[in-house]
Nanobody, 125 residues
């Protein structure tokens, strides 16, 4: 069982930066691939980024490549999402999730067994 709590959301002007954090409980955090997803009202939740258990491999949706960076600190049971050059279209509720091993594509939310409650990111133009 893994419990996830996101933080770091807020209001930022377009072009600004935020760093989201997701703190996990449980001793098995370091064995999970972690992902970030986002959702706006009326739309499906979409994949943003993922990082493998050791942090050796990362994957991003095309629209955030070069602007967002996912990282993790297994000693602190925390995964981060650094977001630079934010755009109004990045505004959403952001969720972190822990992926079950061998559960298919890292960009598919169906493979993630544990989810946080979300943190809101608002970007003003």
């Amino acid at each position: 069982q893994v419990q996830l709590v996101e933080s770091g959301g807020g209001l930022v002007q377009a072009g600004g930066s935020l760093r989201l954090a997701c703190a996990a409980s449980g001793r098995t955090f370091s064995s999970y691939t972690m992902g970030w997803f986002r959702q706006t009202p009326g739309r499906e939740r979409e994949f943003v980024a993922a990082i493998t258990a050791t942090g050796s491999w990362t994957y991003y949706r095309d629209s955030v490549k070069g602007r967002f960076t996912i990282s993790r600190d297994n000693a602190k049971n925390t995964v981060y999402l650094r977001m630079n050059d934010l755009k109004p279209e990045d505004a959403a509720a952001y969720y972190c999730a822990a992926r079950s091993p061998g559960s298919g594509s890292v960009s598919s939310q169906s493979g993630y067994a544990y989810w946080g409650q979300g943190t809101q990111v608002t970007v003003s133009s």
